[in-house]
């Protein structure tokens, strides 16, 4: 599903500085999600957006700032990054009406 | 709150036996349930969705409210069938609530 895109595929930074894991989708669907993946917690949401100008809080947002000026991106930022941030980031897509979330490839981020 | 329950890490069987990698979940609301799998350096994907009760690559999973269960299941499994399994719960704002994760490995 080349529709939906994440950069960097990989990123290593160091405590204190800010990322952004840029997320991309071609389809146009409204709804846009950014989660984490760590071991023993499978997938946690951080934030999500119905529509552009329209993001929300998931369960683990602190931390991390995200934007939605077009339907297309999702920008994820992590303001100051921490140790405990290390993780596997997956972006997702779905349709407005339909139930099945697209996942991009993930971006695997190492805070040191 | 909501919360999808995947109780073994890993399941690890002989190809040709049955499967059962379990799900359950605790939710105030009417559930809608999903088995997403990522096979090796592939993406997560849908497997399958309670809603539509099919089968999917000899998979199939029943919502059974009473035990808040939702249970995947498969008759005789496949080497192509070891993946990450991970079963999860469609939230009101259209948001998923993922368990922890089931490793499949289905053993020749």
């Known amino acids: 599903d080349a529709g939906i895109t994440q950069s960097p595929r990989y990123k290593i930074t160091e405590t204190g500085r800010q990322v952004t894991l840029m997320c991309h989708q071609t389809?146009?669907?409204?709804?846009m999600f950014w989660y984490r993946q760590d071991l023993g917690h499978g997938l946690r949401l951080i934030y999500y957006?119905?529509?552009?100008?329209?993001?929300d809080k998931g369960e683990v947002p602190d931390g991390y700032v995200v934007s939605r000026s077009k339907t297309e991106n999702f920008p994820l930022t992590l303001e100051s990054a921490t140790r405990s941030q290390t993780s596997v980031y997956f972006c997702?897509?779905?349709?407005?009406?339909?139930?099945?979330?697209?996942f991009g490839p993930g971006t695997r981020l190492t805070v040191l | 709150a909501q919360r999808v329950t995947q109780p073994e890490k890993l399941l690890s069987v002989f190809k040709g036996a049955p499967v059962e990698l379990k799900c359950n979940y605790s939710y105030s609301g009417s559930p809608e349930l999903f088995w997403y799998v990522q096979y090796s350096r592939q993406r997560l994907q849908l497997l399958l969705r309670h809603i539509s009760r099919e089968s999917i690559k000899g998979f199939t999973a029943d919502l059974n409210k009473g035990e808040t269960s939702f249970h995947l299941k498969k008759p005789f499994a496949q080497e192509e069938d070891s993946a990450m399994y991970y079963c999860?719960?469609?939230?009101?704002?259209?948001?998923?609530?993922f368990g922890s994760g089931t490793r499949l490995q289905v053993q020749p």
């Open positions: 997702a897509s779905s349709e407005q009406g339909t139930d099945t979330q697209y």
């Open positions: 389809w146009s669907h409204s709804y």
């Open positions: 957006s119905a529509a552009a100008d329209i993001t």
């Open positions: 999860a719960l469609l939230t009101g704002r259209r948001a998923l609530t």
